[in-house]
C-alpha cells in the first residue's frame, strides 16, 4: 500500500491526492457535458465548486459524528493545543454526509443566484460515482474503510496507520469503487436521452443505496459507527433508498410543479 508518494520531492499522501484527482475529472466531465444543457461551464464549475465545499463540510460533520462521547470525554486534551485540535479532526470523511451537504449547499447557491438547480444536477450525477470511486481507491492506498479479514480474497497492509498491519482484509475499497465505476457509465448511458426531472438523481440514490446497504457487511473498521447491528451508512441508505425511488418513479405532479419553477428555469 502506498499511504504516501514521493512527487519531486515532495510526500504526498495518495488518500488527499486521489480526492483532488476525483474532484478535478468529475468536474470537468461536468463541466464540460454543460453546454449540451444550455449551461456555460462556468456556471457549472462554480456549481460544483460550491457543492464540493459543502461536500466537504457534511463528510467531515458525519465522520465526526459517532465521536461526540469520545470528544467530550478527551476534550481537554483534544483543546490543548491548536494542532491537538487540527489532527483530531484531520480523520477521514464519510460520503454520505459529503453527498447530503453537496446537494444541500448546490441547492442554496442556485437558490441565492437563481440558477436552475435540477438542470444542473441532472448534468453532474453521472460523474458523482466517477469522483467517488477514484476515491475509493485513496482509500485502499492509505487503508482506512477497511474490510473484514479474508483469507482468501485478503490484502494484507504493511504500513498502514488506519488499517490492522499483517492480516488479510477484504478489499472493500476496491470492490466499492468498481461498483461506483459501473454506475458511472450506467448513468451516461441514462442521460444520453432527454429525462424527466431529478429521475437521473433517483437513479443514483437507488442504486448506491442498495450498494452501500451491502458493502457495509464487507467492511470492518470501527470508524463506520454501529446502531442496532446496523452501520450509520446502512441506516441513511434505508432513508435514500425510497427518496431514490420516488424521484425515479415517483408523483410525477409534484416533479412537474419543480419543474415549472424557478430551480428548473
Known amino acids: 500500500m502506498y499511504p504516501t508518494i514521493s512527487v519531486l520531492g515532495l510526500e504526498l499522501h495518495t488518500y488527499g491526492l486521489m480526492m483532488v484527482l476525483g ?7 461536468s463541466a464540460g457535458r454543460a453546454k449540451q444543457k444550455g449551461i456555460s461551464a462556468e456556471q457549472e464549475f462554480l456549481f460544483l465548486l460550491h457543492a464540493l465545499i459543502g461536500g466537504i463540510v457534511g463528510a467531515k460533520f458525519l465522520y465526526l459524528l459517532p465521536r461526540i462521547q469520545e470528544f467530550w470525554t478527551y476534550r481537554s486534551e483534544i483543546f490543548q493545543t491548536f494542532d491537538s485540535f487540527i489532527a483530531y479532526i484531520g480523520g477521514g470523511f464519510v460520503f454520505y454526509g459529503g453527498l447530503i451537504g453537496g446537494l444541500a449547499a448546490a441547492a442554496l447557491y442556485c437558490r441565492y443566484y437563481k440558477e436552475p438547480f435540477m438542470t444542473m444536477i441532472e448534468i453532474a450525477v453521472p460523474f458523482i460515482p466517477l469522483m ?29 496507520q488506519a488499517a490492522p498491519n499483517g492480516i488479510p482484509l477484504f478489499p472493500v475499497q476496491l470492490a466499492e469503487a468498481c461498483v461506483n465505476f459501473i454506475l458511472c457509465v450506467v448513468l451516461v448511458l441514462y442521460t ?22 451491502l458493502l457495509e457487511f464487507l467492511r470492518y473498521d470501527s470508524a463506520r459507527g454501529v446502531y442496532f447491528f446496523l452501520s450509520t451508512s446502512q441506516w441513511i441508505s434505508l432513508i435514500t433508498l425510497p427518496i431514490g425511488i420516488f424521484l425515479l418513479t415517483g408523483n410525477r405532479r409534484i416533479i412537474k410543479g419543480l419543474q415549472s419553477s424557478r430551480w428548473y428555469h
Not at 194 to 212: D, F, I, K, M, Q
Open 23 to 29: 474532484a478535478s475529472l468529475g468536474i470537468t466531465c
Open 192 to 213: 444520453q436521452k432527454e429525462r424527466a426531472p431529478l429521475t437521473a438523481l433517483g437513479l443514483y440514490l437507488s442504486c448506491y443505496a442498495v450498494a452501500r446497504f
Open 132 to 160: 467517488h470511486g477514484i476515491g475509493r481507491i485513496g482509500c485502499f492506498l492509505t487503508g482506512c474503510c477497511y474490510g473484514i479479514p479474508s483469507t482468501h480474497y485478503g490484502i494484507a497492509f504493511s504500513i498502514s
